[in-house]
């Protein structure tokens, strides 16, 4: 059986490296259920660091403002 999510976690995996980020993760929900979810890292580069995992929070804010951007861009085309 074929893994539909690989390639989104391995773009995750370097987005993670390139951004120099010290943790992310990653939910994927369908149909209102969680289809996907992974976890890499902490929450910073300190020692003794708690490591990233489902009850870990991420401030969002920017990336929401990327997405009502798009969606904005999207409504004006004819």
């Given amino acids: 059986m074929s893994d539909p999510f690989h390639g989104l ?4 995996k370097t ?3 390139t951004m120099k980020a010290s943790g992310a ?3 994927v929900m369908k149909d209102n259920r969680v ?3 992974w976890y890499d890292g902490f929450h ?7 490591s990233i995992d489902a ?6 804010y920017s ?4 997405y009502i951007a798009l969606a904005a ?4 085309i004819p």
């Fill in 15 to 17: 987005m993670k490296s």
């Fill in 63 to 66: 990336v929401r403002v990327t």
């Fill in 9 to 12: 976690r391995s773009h995750m």
């Fill in 25 to 27: 993760a990653l939910v």
């Fill in 44 to 50: 910073h580069d300190r020692t003794g660091a708690r």
């Fill in 55 to 60: 009850s870990s929070r991420f401030n969002v």
């Fill in 73 to 76: 861009a999207i409504s004006t």
């Fill in 35 to 37: 289809v996907e979810e």
